[in-house]
């Protein structure tokens, strides 16, 4: 697991994760050292051996995610040629050990 600051250009690799299955779900247990920065972006690349398996981008926030809203009011319903756009947003819960 790669993470990267957008802010500073600056990559940390995480080379041993734990990693078990919720239902559907990958769930990566992993503390975090440096720690996330509240406001920045990250870049997250996961690999199985030399392979990219998952790339994303993280935002850090400290608000709970019943009340953060990434593009609230913004939402429009597809029509035309974007009907079958699949875009979508991970929610991240990472607590601080």
């Known amino acids: 697991m790669i993470l990267r600051d957008d802010s500073t250009n600056t990559s940390t690799t995480y080379s041993s994760i734990s990693t078990s299955t919720d239902k559907n779900y990958l769930v990566i ?3 975090l050292s440096p720690v996330l920065v509240e406001g920045r ?3 997250l690349t996961i690999k199985e ?3 990219v398996i998952y790339k ?3 935002f850090c926030t400290d608000q ?3 009340s953060y809203s990434v593009n ?3 939402y429009t319903v597809p029509t035309g040629n974007d009907v079958f756009d699949n875009d979508y947003i991970v929610i991240w819960k990472i607590n601080q050990i």
Do not use: L
């Open 29 to 31: 247990s992993q503390a």
């Open 41 to 43: 972006f990250y870049d």
């Open 49 to 51: 051996g030399s392979n």
């Open 56 to 58: 994303d981008k993280v």
């Open 64 to 66: 709970t995610i019943s």
């Open 72 to 74: 609230s009011g913004e």
